[in-house]
T-cell receptor, first 112, second 117 residues
Framework: GEDVEQSLFLSVREGDSSVINCTYTDSSSTYLYWYKQEPGAGLQLLTYIFSNMDMKQDQRLTVLLNKKDKHLSLRIADTQTGDSAIYFCAESIANTGNQFYFGTGTSLTVIP | GAVVSQHPSRVICKSGTSVKIECRSLDFQATTMFWYRQFPKKSLMLMATSNEGSKATYEQGVEKDKFLINHASLTLSTLTVTSAHPEDSSFYIC?????????????FGPGTRLTVL
């Protein structure tokens, strides 16, 4: 099966930037996504990037994709306490019928 | 738009009983819905893919007779945990698939916390 890996924990100080990393193994991904999950809640789509792009910026969020290294990152600028959550990367792969493969999740803690 | 609801949000049941969880797409039609299970501090494990009007496709290791999935309409899929046991306690999340601008998206429900005593 597809392996999507993330580091488990990240702590940053309020106001600093956070960078959450994700690596994957299947090179036939079409889109890659970042989701946010707050405690006891479902997943909220934050942003996505098409696999032939290498960067996408959306307000405080910057997604970088290195397709050669199969590495995806999410940078959150000016991190706030409300950003504390678990962040999942996910990829959709061509010809899998809209199936997503999720990373292991990174728990982000923002220290006031 | 693209809101998905789940009901109930929390359920506590006795061992041996069955529990039904509903997943509804409120403002769009979803040909495909997905059921995930999430253990504490773990990622989402895809249990099954549910297509409207046909049998669900279960992932390896998921017992289809224990986790019954019905996708009777384009806006409703149900997951029934039959003869629940304490090890079935978990957070169950559904999602509904939608194609937008050539891109596949999944919209997630808020999840159902199942506790089996």
């Amino acid at each position: 099966g597809e392996d999507v890996e993330q580091s488990l924990f990240l702590s940053v100080r309020e106001g600093d930037s956070s960078v959450i990393n994700c690596t994957y193994t299947d090179s036939s991904s079409t889109y890659l996504y970042w989701y946010k999950q707050e405690p006891g809640a479902g997943l909220q789509l934050l942003t996505y990037i098409f696999s032939n792009m290498d960067m996408k910026q959306d307000q405080r969020l910057t997604v970088l994709l290195n397709k050669k290294d199969k590495h995806l990152s999410l940078r959150i600028a000016d991190t706030q306490t409300g950003d504390s959550a678990i962040y999942f990367c996910a990829e959709s792969i061509a010809n899998t019928g809209n199936q997503f493969y999720f990373g292991t999740g990174t728990s982000l803690t923002v220290i006031p | 738009g693209a809101v998905v609801s789940q009901h109930p949000s929390r359920v506590i049941c006795k061992s041996g009983t069955s529990v039904k969880i509903e997943c509804r797409s409120l403002d769009f039609q979803a040909t495909t819905m997905f059921w995930y299970r999430q253990f504490p501090k773990k990622s989402l494990m895809l249990m099954a893919t549910s297509n409207e009007g046909s049998k669900a496709t279960y992932e390896q290791g998921v017992e289809k007779d224990k986790f019954l999935i019905n996708h009777a309409s384009l806006t409703l899929s149900t997951l029934t945990v039959t003869s629940a046991h304490p090890e079935d306690s978990s957070f169950y999340i559904c999602s509904a698939g939608l194609q937008r601008g050539g891109r596949n998206e999944q919209f997630f429900g808020p999840g159902t916390r199942l506790t089996v005593l």
